[in-house]
């Protein structure tokens, strides 16, 4: 079982529509955890951080779940600048300090 | 301007011809690490590094060296690479497993 798993996708989703990713890890011991957008192979930006509470940020929400080990990102009121691939970053800080990574999930908003 | 640097940007080289990656960030990060990225694996951490002269691997360490003499700088080193080496590099800088920002990318051909 991977580490931390994501729905490749893609998910085609009209201009205005919600769309809403999850991310499941496998390691109870995570420490931090964050979605980070990646264009058509270019270097990872970090799009936000998530924290146990919740957090938001303009049209983009993320939630974790520590009991369940899965993390979420909503995105409303999508626009075509939005079409990129998503990806789920957890850290782990039990013997070793490494990010680890989800396949990504690809999004493309259609006009 | 904060920012990590990777040189070169592309590399086409043959089977058995040492090379080195050079990363450098200006952001005074004591954390850095190299991740390779390809199709359908997404991001994996080859090797990290906690502060200088502290390396430790990552998921995919075989067949690559790394140092950290300075803390801005993370060179790669590929002494004998193989086709199976030919992938996008990545390097990336953060504050300790926080928010990690990544260089541009080196796009390596391995004949």
């Known amino acids: 079982r991977k580490e931390v798993e994501q729905d490749p996708g893609p998910f085609n989703v009209p201009e205005g529509a919600t769309v809403a990713f999850n991310c499941t890890y496998s390691n109870s011991a995570s420490q931090s955890f964050f979605w980070y957008r990646q264009d058509c192979r270019k270097e990872p930006k970090l799009l936000m951080s998530?924290?146990?509470s919740g957090n938001e940020d303009g049209r983009f929400t993320a939630q974790l779940n520590r009991a369940s080990q899965y993390i979420s990102l909503l995105i409303r009121d999508s626009k075509l600048s939005d079409s990129a691939t998503y990806l789920c970053v957890v850290t782990t800080q039990s013997g070793t300090y490494k990010y680890i990574f989800g396949t990504g999930t690809r999004l493309k908003v259609l006009a | 301007e904060a920012q990590v640097t990777q040189n070169p940007r592309y590399l086409i080289t043959v089977t058995g011809k040492k090379l080195t990656v050079t990363c450098s960030q200006n952001?005074?990060?004591?954390?850095m690490s190299w991740y390779r990225q390809d199709p359908g694996l997404g991001l994996r951490q080859i090797y990290y590094?906690?502060?200088?002269?502290?390396?430790d691997k990552g998921d995919v360490p075989e067949g690559y060296k790394v140092s950290r003499k300075e803390k801005r700088n993370f060179p790669l080193i590929l002494e004998s690479p193989s086709p199976n080496q030919t992938s996008l590099y990545f390097c990336?800088?953060?504050?300790?497993?926080?928010?990690?920002?990544f260089g541009p990318g080196t796009r390596l051909t391995v004949l």
């Open positions: 952001m005074n990060h004591e954390y």
């Open positions: 590094s906690m502060n200088v002269e502290v390396t």
């Open positions: 998530v924290y146990s």
């Open positions: 990336a800088s953060s504050p300790f497993l926080g928010t990690q920002y």
